[in-house]
Nanobody, 115 residues
Framework: VQLQASGGGLVQAGGSLRLSCTLS????????MGWYRQAPGKQRELVAI???????GYGDFVKGRFTISRDNAKNSVYLQMNSLMPEDTAIYYC??????????WGQGTLVTVSS
């Protein structure tokens, strides 16, 4: 199983980025896909998660700025991030949980928000 994330980069405060992540390989039934982030010196935290049934949840800090979406046919998950703030600077990791068996993590994509 491989998760390939893309879309990170450098953006000014108030700007937007769209992260993408595609799952490939030997895939069993997916329960959820999501995004986590880890800033320097901090623990990894949930950004957003969405189930196969399109039930979504967000970290408290998102406050309506981010939207997670999925394309089940493409085994892909997306994160539209608007109104970015410097404190959103982190490595963003894609994650998948399967109905059975262990999940998987992507390699991470760096998001840097300048003030």
């Amino acid at each position: 199983v491989q998760l390939q994330a893309s879309g990170g980069g450098l953006v000014q405060a108030g700007g937007s980025l769209r992260l993408s992540c595609t799952l490939s390989g030997s895939i069993s039934t997916i329960y959820s896909m999501g995004w986590y982030r880890q800033a320097p010196g901090k623990q990894r935290e949930l950004v957003a998660i969405i189930t196969t049934g399109s039930i979504s949840g967000y970290g408290d800090f998102v406050k309506g700025r981010f939207t997670i979406s999925r394309d089940n046919a493409k085994n892909s998950v997306y994160l539209q991030m608007n109104s970015l703030m410097p404190e959103d600077t982190a490595i963003y990791y894609c994650n998948v949980d399967f109905v059975r068996g262990p999940g998987a993590w992507g390699q991470g994509t760096l998001v840097t928000v300048s003030s």
